[in-house]
């Protein structure tokens, strides 16, 4: 009786064991989503979610932008292609599976891409030409400014020539294409390497000479003198020449006259006043923290300017982000990721490689030109990164998606929000306006 009762409770416990066996296998497993790609972009565009344990039935896979439905166009157990929802907003992607559900990556919703067009401004080949735009000659044009009449300022670095473009014009305002080092009027006054300038609202123009570690300044009559620096390379505050730079790449004015610098290879964010008083707003040794004063680090940061808030823009150049300063020296990120690279969508996931000209207009958009990606990026003020122009590198005009560059250094904005580029190895001006 014994061995029958023993029996009886060995197959009852089998058939229990079996049975939570088959239930277990009735039982899915969760859908799992590793990556989206794209994963920035507009509504309607085709998303692939990769992944595993959806559904081969496309109905029974329920996808959604940020809570919104996608549709489901193509369904795989380890992939889904969808479209992205018009009424998505940027935020997780979730995918449900029956009673499974799972979230997935962010996808970021940019804005449909204005359409641009881009035209050569001035200049082809390299030379050393004044005259008319279409005629005018430049030698790796590194710099472009605004002026407060509306004049561009073109920081031509092969020539060692500060030039102004104006009513069609293109004129020589100080240096000559010998390089030196000399405080003068016009073309006695010499440069070597000049790289980015910068206009006061009187019509002073501030040039970040740098080979020659200094600031020089010029006035509306052509004078050319040192506001600070140029007692050779190294790292001082101080007034006028005591004070030292490192490659002085890029200078911003500020509505007291401030002057900004962006100290290359001493990694600083230097302050001028208008008596040639030099401090050290922001940055202490190569690397990347924010922070205020000296607390900041910047890795090379090439290219600055002032935003309609007073802020102080930075390219920060082999950090590849795009920061902030504000005048008391605190120091943000608006854009990047740290990694070198060419993503766009939202600002805290976009890349760039290695970002050198920097422009913000009357609106808050912010306008950068991404060096090695050959191309003009824009930060909107809400903080979204797209393209306006450039493929691969080349040379070409037209529709912004098409158009090439070959080295862009430098962005502006003129009040009419036309941007211009310096394009340095084609020797020219570029001009970027919205389709009409």
Not at 36 to 55: D, Q, R, Y
Not at 227 to 240: I, R
Not at 357 to 368: A, L, P, R, Y
């Amino acid at each position: 009786m014994k061995h029958i009762i023993t029996g009886c409770l060995l197959l009852a416990l089998f058939f229990s064991t079996g049975c939570n066996k088959d239930e277990d296998k009735q039982q899915p497993a969760g859908p799992v989503v590793t990556a989206i790609w794209p994963s920035s972009g507009t509504a309607g565009i085709i998303v692939t979610l990769k992944g595993k344990n959806f559904s081969y039935v496309r109905a029974e896979n329920k996808v959604q932008f940020n809570g919104a439905d996608a549709v489901v166009i193509e369904a795989a157990s380890n992939q889904l292609q969808v479209v992205s929802p018009a009424s998505g907003a940027t935020g997780p992607v979730t995918v449900e599976v029956g009673n499974n559900k799972t979230q997935g990556p962010v996808y970021a919703y940019v804005p449909a891409m204005e359409e641009y067009i881009v035209e050569t401004f001035s200049g082809s080949t390299a030379g050393s030409v004044d005259g008319p735009v279409a005629t005018a000659l430049f030698r790796n044009p590194e710099g472009v400014a605004i002026d407060a009449n509306g004049r561009l300022i073109v920081t031509d670095r092969g020539n060692n020539r500060i030039r102004m473009i104006a009513g069609g014009n293109t004129s020589a305002i100080a240096g000559n294409t010998a390089a030196g080092y000399t405080d003068a009027t016009g073309a006695a006054a010499q440069f070597k390497l000049p790289w980015k300038a910068a206009a006061d609202a009187a019509g002073n123009i501030y040039v970040a000479d740098r080979d020659n570690h200094a600031i020089r300044k010029i006035t509306p009559a052509g004078e050319v003198s040192t506001l600070a620096g140029g007692n050779g390379a190294g790292y001082a505050d101080g007034a006028g020449a005591a004070a030292k730079f490192n490659q002085p790449l890029d200078v911003a004015v500020d509505a007291a006259g401030n002057v900004y610098v962006a100290d290359n290879l001493n990694h600083r964010i230097r302050k001028v006043t208008p008596d040639g008083t030099v401090t050290t707003l922001a940055g202490s040794s190569a690397g990347f923290a924010n922070g205020t004063g000296a607390a900041a680090q910047f890795k090379n940061p090439s290219g600055l300017d002032i935003d309609k808030d007073g802020n102080i823009l930075v390219a920060d150049r082999l950090n590849h982000r795009i920061r902030k300063v504000t005048p008391a020296g605190e120091v943000t990120v608006i854009a990047g990721d740290g990694n070198t690279g060419y993503r766009d969508g939202d600002a805290a996931g976009a890349r760039f490689a290695d970002p050198y000209g920097i422009s913000g207009d009357k609106n808050g958009n912010i306008f950068i030109a991404d060096l090695n990606n050959n191309k003009i990026r824009k930060v909107d003020a809400e903080g979204i990164v797209s393209t306006i122009a450039g493929t691969a590198k080349g040379y070409a005009d037209g529709a912004g998606a098409a158009a090439q560059f070959n080295g862009p250094t430098d962005v502006c904005v003129d009040a009419d929000g036309v941007i211009y580029v310096a394009d340095l190895t084609n020797h020219c001006i570029r001009k970027i306006s919205l389709m009409k």
